[in-house]
């Protein structure tokens, strides 16, 4: 059974940090490519960054140098580091698994950035 399952969200002041982690299961992970993505209140879900079974990364650009993405294949697992957060970074967080025509979301975890 695939699982995606985010956690490390929470409520943060503005310029804060928060790492949030995806642990995956049920799946080949190394294989798979791995997305960020995030949907505020009202709005569309949108790719934040990815990082491909290579080891590339790419990243909008609003938050190019303040987002970092990570994977670890022995673990499973996909990190997404937030430094200088911004109420604009408030959403719910998903992470995403593609392969070869398959697709998995995990559930979101929610960030709030507030003071």
């Known amino acids: 059974q695939v699982q995606l399952v985010e956690s490390g969200g929470g409520l943060v002041q503005p310029g804060g940090s928060l790492r949030l982690s995806c642990a995956a299961s049920?799946?080949?992970?190394?294989?798979?490519?791995m997305s960020w993505y995030r949907q505020a209140p009202g709005k569309e879900r949108d790719l934040v960054a990815r990082?491909?079974?290579?080891?590339?990364?790419n990243y909008v650009n609003s938050v190019q140098g303040r987002f970092t993405i990570s994977r670890d294949n022995d673990k499973s697992t996909m990190y997404l580091q937030m430094n200088d957060l911004k109420f604009d970074d408030t959403a719910v967080y998903y992470c995403?698994?593609?392969?070869?025509?398959?697709?998995?979301w995990g559930q979101g975890t929610q960030v709030t950035v507030s003071s």
């Open positions: 995403n698994a593609r392969y070869s025509g398959e697709l998995y």
């Open positions: 049920g799946f080949t992970f190394s294989r798979y490519h």
């Open positions: 990082i491909f079974s290579s080891g590339a990364t």
